[in-house]
């Protein structure tokens, strides 16, 4: 009798859904709202800091309980180590071509590194995440001491290094707009949290000096970091211009520079935010949309398609202008599987959202006519994009959604977080090999 076995995908989305389920009960039981807090706002809540989103329906400051947010804390923590953890040690194996299911199966013998050892390096991605939030908080402590508090600090620095965005605020981090410190702490952690644990690591070791380090730094941690780059330093002066033409900005040069930058770096899934951003221009929010759809990058606590996807799709289209056949990204070539895992990451996660802001449309007022509605579908697009990328930014109309609305948003977030590839990979392993081929015909395109 053949014996299927459970892949090693289905365990990351199984731990995801349980945890949910769990986290909406207990943030039922943590309410203090009037009437009880209803399911489907638990629900959303709980899929919101499990996928570390930060959208919500209800003030978190003011309907919770202390435990609950001491609940809200344990599921962006959960969420956030959950998803680093197991992104970390595929983003560690793909750099040494060694797969997934063999390297759970076989064990060490096919790393071809003795120095790796699996517990290790999942104990001391552990201890580097638990010293950042720690070292975040008390920086956090000591600018606010009054304001955030012991648990306030922690609380922020938690959800800032998860790109969670859940805030005890509920104009989140608008009143520290102009500080520097705040800023530049929440904005660190952010982008620390958004890089992942191994990028870190190389980082770490290069500066120790250490055999490995003086390698230098890694193919992909270079990708990495040179894209994140790019899109955050470009994302923030696009903002700059487009807020000085008659945004929210209010400050001088130097602190609209300042909230430009910290809202670029927000975009890449993190869901602070220092100014209003349903009052930002449709330029800055289409800005922020691009921003938040390529998310982080790969083996992090940030959403998206990633920035290595951003890459290849760049080089992809470059090749075919330059009518190339290869498609080389920062000197190395990428091979065909990578180049449909990223097509077929863009088409679902394009479709993803596409839907989702028609079902948002169809929803929330499908049958009013356009000049009643007018404008609110880059409301819904936005939101549908913050939801899918888990970033947790929002224009001001999460709460008012109805409850179909919200359970859209709900299953966007869980689809986001666990990654349209991460989705197809478990159900094409419980699929049967196709033992044919079909003839194959060029047709017209274009």
């Known amino acids: 009798m053949r014996r299927r076995y459970l892949s090693p995908f289905v365990l990351p989305v199984a731990a995801f859904a349980v945890a949910i389920l769990a986290g909406a009960v207990l943030l039922r039981e943590t309410s203090v709202l009037p009437g009880g ?3 489907v706002d638990a629900l959303f809540t709980a899929t919101s800091a499990v996928c570390v989103t930060g959208l919500a329906t209800v003030d978190t400051a003011s309907a919770f309980s202390r435990e609950g947010h001491w609940v809200l804390l344990g599921l962006i923590q959960l969420g956030g180590l959950g998803i680093m953890t197991y992104s970390s040690l595929v983003f560690y194996l793909w750099r040494r071509r060694v797969s997934l299911t063999d390297r759970l199966a076989v064990g060490q013998a096919l790393l071809h590194d003795p120095s790796f050892h699996l517990g290790n390096f999942l104990v001391r991605m552990v201890r580097m995440v638990l010293f950042l939030e720690l070292f975040g908080a008390l920086w956090i402590y000591a600018l606010e001491p009054d304001v955030m508090g012991v648990f306030g600090a922690l609380f922020h620095a938690v ?8 805030s005890l605020f509920p104009d989140s981090l608008v009143r520290w707009q102009h500080s520097w410190g705040m800023n530049a702490v929440i ?26 380090g003086a390698r230098g730094l890694s193919y992909p941690a270079k990708l990495v970091l040179s894209t994140s780059a790019i899109l955050t330093f470009g994302g923030a002066l696009f903002i700059f211009l487009s807020e000085m033409g008659g945004g929210t900005q209010n ?11 910290f809202q670029s770096v927000t975009c890449r899934t993190a869901g602070f935010n220092t100014l209003d951003t349903g009052h930002m221009t449709n330029v800055s929010l289409m800005i922020m949309v691009f921003l938040m759809f390529i998310g982080g990058s790969p083996g992090s606590c940030a959403g998206g398609i990633k920035t290595t996807a951003l890459r290849i ?3 992809f289209m470059g090749a075919q202008f330059r009518g190339r056949s290869q498609v080389v990204v920062a000197g190395r070539a990428v091979n065909p599987q990578n180049m449909n895992k990223t097509f077929a990451l863009l088409i679902t996660a394009t479709g993803s959202v596409l839907f989702a802001t028609l079902l948002l449309t169809m929803t929330e007022g499908g049958d009013m006519p356009h000049p009643m509605v007018r404008g609110q579908l880059m409301d819904y697009l936005f939101e549908a994009v913050s939801a899918f990328a888990t970033v947790g930014l929002s224009t001001g109309v999460t709460p008012s959604l109805s409850v179909t609305g919200k359970l859209c948003l709900t299953v966007l977030m ?9 989705l197809l990979t ?5 699929q049967s090999d196709v033992r044919y081929r079909w003839p194959e015909s060029d047709m017209p395109i274009g």
């Open 251 to 261: 400050g001088t040069l130097a602190q609209t520079a300042l909230t430009s930058l």
């Open 426 to 430: 478990t159900l094409q392993q419980m």
């Open 37 to 39: 807090l209803p399911w």
């Open 313 to 315: 799709i760049w080089s």
């Open 414 to 422: 869980f689809v986001g977080r666990i990654g349209p590839i991460w």
């Open 187 to 212: 904005m660190l952690l952010i982008t620390l949290g958004g890089v992942g644990f191994a990028v870190i690591d190389e980082c770490l070791m290069l500066l120790r000096g250490t055999d490995l």
């Open 159 to 166: 959800s800032a290094f998860c790109n969670a965005g859940f």
